[in-house]
T-cell receptor, first 113, second 115 residues
Framework: DSGVTQTPKHLITATGQRVTLRCSPR?????VYWYQQSLDQGLQFLIH???????AKGNILERFSAQQFPDLHSELNLSSLELGDSALYFC????????????FGQGTRLTVV | AQKITQTQPGMFVQEKEAVTLDCTYD???????LFWYKQPSSGEMIFLIY??????QNATEGRYSLNFQKARKSANLVISASQLGDSAMYFC????????????FGTGTRLKVLA
């Protein structure tokens, strides 16, 4: 158990809908990272938050947004969902913004039908 | 362009043998970090090892070592004394700082350890 909690584990929704994925980092970790893993795109870095502030942005679509709250949990919001958004979404946390190792949650498997 | 290349889609190794998983990278940055992650069939991602571009010695973590050859831009993962539990997908990744941190992953190598 990495100590990173993601909910829900599975999510099935229809095209055009909006969903929110939640991540609770390890106790004391200030950094949260979001990744998307799909069959055709592989593992893609989406966004990094450190202590509530956005630190880095990767291949995140404009339909997607994220935030990190004062209690350090983070949410990834996906809107106007398309079939191609079906993927495994990982959250990871690390103690600082510079720490190289990141502890991953179990992921949320999103299926858009 | 930033790039990570893993040329071995699949590998087999006999139990207790050593295996090397290849990773080459492309960057024009002087300061970067290289990572390896393991993804078992259960799906979770597990951090294995990290090498900073300025680290003079190769990183080691237990049975994992990273063979870092900066001039060749390669960061191969060596697993010694393979175990059945090492069967998994392995990803090489790079982090660069270009104003903000950017992370890029390779396509992965699926390792199967044979009894």
């Amino acid at each position: 158990d990495s100590g990173v909690t993601q909910t829900p584990k599975h999510l099935i929704t229809a095209t055009g809908q909006r969903v929110t994925l939640r991540c609770s980092p390890r106790s004391g970790d200030l950094s949260v990272y979001w990744y998307q893993q799909s069959l055709d795109q592989g593992l893609q870095f989406l966004i990094h938050y450190y202590n509530g502030e956005e630190r880095a942005k990767g291949n995140i679509l404009e339909r997607f947004s994220a935030q990190q709250f004062p209690d350090l949990h983070s949410e990834l919001n996906l809107s106007s969902l398309e079939l191609g958004d079906s993927a495994l979404y990982f959250c990871a946390s690390s103690p600082t913004g510079r720490a190289p190792e990141a502890f991953f949650g179990q992921g949320t498997r999103l299926t858009v039908v | 362009a930033q790039k990570i290349t893993q040329t071995q889609p699949g590998m087999f190794v006999q139990e207790k043998e050593a295996v090397t998983l290849d990773c080459t990278y492309d960057t024009s940055d002087q300061s970067y970090g290289l990572f390896w992650y393991k993804q078992p069939s259960s799906g979770e991602m597990i951090f294995l090892i990290y090498q900073g571009s300025y680290d003079e010695q190769n990183a080691t973590e237990g049975r994992y070592s990273l063979n870092f050859q900066k001039a060749r831009k390669s960061a191969n993962l060596v697993i010694s004394a393979s175990q059945l539990g090492d069967s998994a997908m392995y990803f090489c990744a790079m982090r660069e700082y270009l104003g903000t941190y950017k992370y890029i992953f390779g396509t992965g190598t699926r390792l199967k350890v044979l009894a």
